[in-house]
Structure formats: structure tokens, C-alpha cells
């Protein structure tokens, strides 16, 4: 961390330093992009961030991750096991701009921000990001969720995941699974991983596979979603272990339909929307809801 990431992260807090070290965007979605997204809850865009910088992603990811960095403050922890620091199942990290400042500085998060207000509406905020390493092993599989099961109750926050695979991700080594469509029906239960207590993820109850599909991707593209997914397990050997960073946006509308909170719905896409995207919001914004 530079010296003037330091006093930054002492005397501002985060929106503020966000506006001072953010790139400009160099991404546009199309109207098709815009579409395609609300009706099969998941997007792909190709060449979504240069291979140069999915590089320097990966070198500041696999930093933190070899340092464990966050441990102390919690941050760093097992999803899918008990967390007991000999050896993780599946390693999260969160808030790694956090602890690598300089990801707030790379196209990726300026480019993740323009496509969440794309979707979400002018009004969308950056409220969360996270890392995984995923590593050759039977029990590395993300859990099957939805993102609204993180919310509290009654929640009317309407958030997108933006998922940035940091080598090419494939069957065998934890690409995306995805239901599509799923974002337009009710919230699934949620408990814990295999019903587990101890264990810190979540888990969709009631999924229906049948309709999953399984979606590789090539380095640097990226895929954004709200869909119920998962990830694969590693299956093969260490030079195949899955590394992805995600960022986070969320806009809460009170006003609106929210696709996870409003049971049995067959709405595409929320009241509000014009063919060309979002219409302005009046309703109140926030980060949690």
C-alpha cells in the first residue's frame, strides 16, 4: 500500500476516495446487452478488461491471498469448511481494495460500476467486493444462491454481481453455473452450507438443475448476473486452481418490483424501465438494505 493510499483511506471515507482515484469507463452496453440481462438474469461481455491488467488483478489477488490478508480482521475466512486455518476448502477474502487499494485504480472496477448503473439505474452504488481462490478439491464448489438471501428480510435492494475470472475458467476448474430466468420467480430457502452451523456459506435449497447451464469463460471477460449460480469444484491439479475477484453494486428502490422479495412473479423486468434502460429513481438509495 502506497503512502498516499494510506492517508487516504485515514481521512476519507470510501466514495470520496473512490471519486479521486476511479478511471474512466470503457465499456457501453447495447440495448440487446440490456435485455438479454432482465430477461435470462446473466450477461457476458467478451474483452471486458485488457489481458495486461487481469494480470495485474491476479498479482495483487494472489498477494493477498498468500499473506491471508484480513485474517485478523475477519475478513478472511473458509466458506465451505470450518474455518480452522490448516487447510481452506474454498478461501474467501472480503473488501480486498481494502487491503489492495490499487484495485480501486484498475478499469475493472470503473467498468463494473458503468454497467451496474446501466442496469440499475443512475442512482447504483458500489457496496461490496470479494475474492475467491478455488482449489483442487472435491469440496471447493461455490454453493448454489441467490444474492438477495444475504439481505435482511423484506429487503427491497436490487443488487448485480459482477464476476471477473482471473485465468480462464472452465468445467474443470470452477467456471459459473447458472439457472436462467431464476431471478424472476420467488426467493429460494437458504441455510447453511450442507446444513452446517459452523459453516459460514449459504446455500439455495430446491434449486432446479435441469434447467442450469454451465458457462466457461475466457480470461478477461466478464459476467454479471443476479441469477441463482453456482461455481464447480477444482477438480484437476494447483495449475488449475480458480481465481476470481466480484464487485458489488446496489440500489435500493422501496418504490419498485424487487425480484426476490415478490413471490410467484413472471415480470421480466421491473416497473420503471424503458426500452433503452432505466428511468430515473426518485426513492432512496443505500448499500444494505
Not at 141 to 156: E, V
Request: aromatic content about 8%; proline content about 8%.
Amino acid at each position: 500500500m502506497t503512502v498516499l493510499d494510506v492517508v487516504l483511506d485515514k481521512t476519507l471515507p470510501f466514495d470520496m476516495r473512490w471519486n479521486l482515484v476511479k478511471r474512466q469507463p470503457r465499456v457501453a452496453l447495447s440495448k440487446h446487452q440490456i435485455d438479454t440481462f432482465w430477461k435470462e438474469g446473466h450477461l457476458t461481455i467478451p474483452n471486458f478488461v485488457d489481458i495486461a491488467q487481469v494480470d495485474e488483478i491476479d498479482r495483487s489477488f494472489q498477494r493477498l491471498f498468500r499473506t491471508r490478508a484480513g485474517w485478523k480482521e475477519g475478513d478472511f475466512y473458509d466458506i465451505a469448511g470450518l474455518d480452522r486455518g490448516d487447510e481452506f476448502k474454498l478461501p474467501q477474502l472480503l473488501h480486498p481494495a481494502k487491503y489492495a487499494p490499487e484495485l480501486l485504480r484498475t478499469v475493472f472496477w470503473a467498468n463494473a460500476e458503468a454497467v451496474a448503473r446501466t442496469l440499475l439505474g443512475a442512482d447504483a452504488r458500489f457496496s461490496f467486493d470479494h475474492a475467491i481462490s478455488k482449489p483442487p478439491h472435491p469440496e471447493s464448489a461455490t454453493p448454489w444462491h441467490q444474492d438477495q438471501a444475504f439481505h435482511r428480510a423484506g429487503s427491497h435492494v436490487e443488487n448485480i454481481t459482477i464476476w471477473l475470472p482471473l485465468q480462464d475458467v472452465d468445467e474443470e476448474n470452477g467456471c459459473l453455473t447458472f439457472v436462467p430466468e431464476s431471478h424472476k420467480g420467488p426467493m429460494l430457502t437458504h441455510r447453511n452450507y450442507r446444513d452446517d452451523k459452523r459453516i459460514e456459506g449459504l446455500e439455495a435449497v430446491g434449486v432446479d438443475l435441469d434447467k442450469a447451464i454451465t458457462v466457461p469463460l475466457r480470461k478477461g471477460r466478464f459476467r454479471s448476473t443476479t441469477a441463482a449460480r453456482c461455481t464447480m469444484p477444482g477438480r484437476t491439479g494447483p495449475a488449475s486452481r480458480g481465481r476470481s475477484i466480484r464487485s458489488c453494486s446496489r440500489c435500493k428502490r422501496p418504490s419498485r418490483w424487487c425480484p426476490s422479495t415478490i413471490p410467484g412473479t413472471s415480470t421480466s423486468r421491473p416497473p420503471g424501465w424503458s426500452a433503452s434502460g432505466p428511468m430515473s429513481s426518485a426513492g432512496p438509495t443505500g448499500r444494505s438494505g
